[in-house]
């Protein structure tokens, strides 16, 4: 479950091109600029020069040709715009800290190095800024570790540009939205502290629940799939499995159906979430802690070594294991009194029959997934709660999400650690929600989904950019949609959908060289399914991701905008 670099980098590269997007330039009351004066006219009006904009200004004051001057914006452009002389720029500033200090010393702030280097990027994107603004900047850096100056530094100016207020809770979540810990172990990590905590008041069993449904529940439609072939193992497509193995899935099929739902879902929970080895994953990483002798290598060729560790393991939790290491199979899984027991060929057969069944494999699981999450995490909760009330509902419907969960419990929780983790949790929801761009006749935007799969845990990140419709919507004909997510298999995968009037230009980019052949076995299908959507596909490109030292997906996100053996399935969409 652990974040790849690329996954991490890619979302700050996308979080870095929304912040340097340039809009408009707009100039409000109170606001400072830094201004060469261009051209006099009479009455005291002048053609002033700010950034990459030039505009007509009524001055306060007499000013000199070919100047600099800092300037303080008085009236609008619609009430007509008006410029106070602040201070003249004495000689030449010749480099952006020069530049940046005669900033500080104007609004009397001190001058040091994290304020040098936020005065530096707000004068490298020309943006217009008031002394409080400036101020509450300054008190938010002084605030936050050096460590983390350089993120902070990028969210003030994107709020800056976005006119969001500057508080700590805003850059919070901003800065939240280039984090390098995935979505997914967040959620579980809070799970895990929420069950710990000492007070289970109301609001904290919610918000267990919300949890607890949201990682266990998503796949409800996989394990049904699974069961149904059990029963009748001849309908799975291509599938390799052996007359004897086709006869004990039927056979399990009918011992687990004697088992209620909960016990069904546990027990094939369980079963996937084995290894190779039959050992679940706690199991593993307690293994992988325990000491190891200096300079001892543990490697897959010396399986004495791993006995011997794995028997320590199970000698603290008194489990024998048998003689090839392996858990007993009356004990491969242990249940709560009555309940069925799953032998270790059993789990085996379960995980070779899951390896071949596609997780999400029609549209409308997908569909429906998405819409749940979105549902179930509330990052529209405040859009769908006014809207409620502009209606005039009395009653307040749907708003039960993890989002609004983590808001009432926060206050309620004892540990100061899960209150950490609950207040990150809580900014990065929020991130997401502010880093949506609505730039006129387009929109940007990410959406970051966790994704609690049988046996694989992963965030899913979507990045949508395309024309806008009348009703707001992003307009299908014409738009760009870039997928990153981790698989078990694959690893690192980014797909680049480009659409220009319903056609599709798509790159896959992947280091596995297996996946150039799966998708061209399968993409005449994917041709005809797209068609009967008024889809056409003009190319699709499968190529691995470039190297440098270490792969960073970041940069090869500019360069698409410019520009062992595998079995089973990972995700079908």
């Not at 969210?155 to 508080?167: C, E, G, H, M, T």
Request: include cysteine; charged fraction near 20%; charge should be neutral.
């Amino acid at each position: 479950m652990e974040q790849t670099t690329g996954l991490s980098n890619l979302i700050r590269q996308t979080f870095s091109n929304l912040k340097n997007s340039q809009p408009q330039l707009t100039l409000k009351e109170n606001q400072v600029v830094l201004g060469q004066v261009q051209k006099l006219f009479p009455e005291q009006k002048a053609l002033i020069q700010i950034g990459q904009a030039t505009l007509v200004a009524q001055l306060e004051t007499a000013i000199k040709g070919n100047e600099s001057y800092w300037f303080t914006v008085k009236g609008t452009e619609h009430t007509g715009l008006k410029l106070k002389v602040m201070k003249q720029v004495e000689g030449l500033l010749t480099n952006k800290i020069d530049t940046a200090k005669d900033l500080l010393e104007v609004f009397q702030l001190k001058n040091t190095k994290q304020n040098l280097a936020l005065t530096r990027e707000i004068l490298k994107e020309n943006i217009p800024i008031t002394k409080e603004q400036l101020v509450a900047a300054t008190d938010v850096l002084k605030n936050t570790p050096n460590t983390m100056s350089s993120q902070a530094i990028h969210a003030i100016v994107f709020a800056l540009k976005q006119n969001y207020p500057i508080s700590n809770e805003i850059i919070k979540s901003l800065m939240s939205i280039q984090t390098s810990t995935p979505l997914v172990q967040q959620i579980d990590k809070v799970l895990q502290l929420i069950q710990a905590e000492n007070n289970q008041s109301g609001a904290i069993k919610q918000l267990y629940n919300v949890l607890s449904n949201l990682t266990e529940n998503q796949t409800d439609h996989f394990d049904k799939k699974l069961l149904d072939l059990m029963k009748n193992p001849e309908q799975l497509n291509g599938h390799t499995l052996s007359s004897k193995e086709v006869l004990n899935l039927k056979e399990l099929h009918v011992k687990l159906t004697m088992s209620n739902d909960e016990q069904i879902k546990s027990m094939l929970k369980q079963a996937l979430q084995q290894n190779e080895y039959g050992i679940e994953k706690p199991q593993i990483e307690q293994a992988s802690s325990l000491p190891i002798k200096e300079n001892q290598k543990l490697t897959m060729s010396n399986l004495e070594q791993i006995k011997t560790l794995l028997n320590q393991l199970v000698q603290q939790n008194e489990q024998p294991l048998n003689k090839t290491g392996l858990t007993q199979p009356s004990s491969a899984i242990q249940f709560k009194e009555n309940q069925l027991l799953l032998s270790q060929d059993e789990i085996m057969l379960i995980r070779k029959l899951a390896a071949n069944v596609p997780l999400l494999s029609a549209k409308e699981n997908v569909l429906d997934l998405f819409k749940t999450l979105d549902t179930k995490i509330g990052l529209q909760d405040e859009v769908k709660l006014w809207d409620q009330l502009m209606k005039g509902k009395e009653e307040l419907e749907g708003l039960l999400s993890l989002k609004n969960s983590l808001i009432a419990a926060r206050n309620e929780i004892v540990s100061t650690l899960a209150r950490e983790e609950v207040d990150q949790l809580i900014h990065r929801f929020n991130g997401q929600t502010l880093i949506q761009q609505d730039n006129g006749p387009t929109q940007q935007f990410i959406s970051q989904y966790p994704l609690f799969l049988p046996h694989h845990q992963t965030d899913l990140t979507i990045q949508w950019d395309g024309k806008k419709r009348e009703d707001g919507s992003i307009d299908p004909a014409f738009c760009r949609i870039i997928f990153f997510l981790s698989l078990p298999r694959l690893k690192d995968v980014m797909i680049d959908v480009q659409i220009q009037n319903r056609v599709m230009n798509i790159s896959i980019l992947n280091n596995n060289a297996v996946l150039a052949v799966l998708v061209a076995s399968k993409s005449e299908e994917l041709k005809q399914t797209l068609e009967t959507m008024n889809y056409r596909i003009s190319s699709i490109a499968v190529k691995p991701f470039e190297k440098e030292n270490k792969v960073n997906i970041a940069n090869q996100v500019q360069t698409i905008k410019s520009s062992p053996f595998y079995q089973g399935v990972d995700l079908k969409i």
